[in-house]
């Protein structure tokens, strides 16, 4: 028998699958004490998560939780942010993870290839909302 068949014939019991599937849900579904911490943003900045802040000048700042390693992660990943803004590309800058990352709910590691692929999706969520955040105060501000 290959390693094929017996992926397809491996068997899992009903408890095993309903206690797999139990720790997804609870991983995936129950909020952290981190999830409610906030960023502090200086007066006038727009920060509404751990992801991005909107300075008075207009840039914006990514925080990333990956390092750079030669491979464009961090770049990428601006990218990512910019396009969910509808920014333009040469206001987007990378800053620090603060000292005491209690706003992030993520683990912060790097390897295996997996910045992209594990960040894309919360950070084009994160600036998609804060893309509509900014258009209903701007027109609730010009009415």
Known sequence: MNHAEDIMTSRITRRDFVQA????VITFYL??????????AAEGEFAPNAWLRVGTDGIVTLTVDKSEM???????LAMILAEELDA???TV???PVPENPAGWSRRMSTGG???IRTSWEPLRKAGA?????LI???AATWG
């Open 70 to 76: 030669g491979q464009g992660s961090q770049t990428g």
């Open 21 to 24: 599937s139990a720790g997804l």
């Open 88 to 90: 333009d590309w040469a």
């Open 136 to 138: 209903s105060a701007a």
């Open 31 to 40: 909020p952290t004490r981190h999830a409610a911490a906030r960023v502090d």
């Open 129 to 133: 909302v804060a893309r509509e955040m």
């Open 113 to 115: 290839s997996t910045a």
């Open 93 to 95: 800058r990378l800053g």
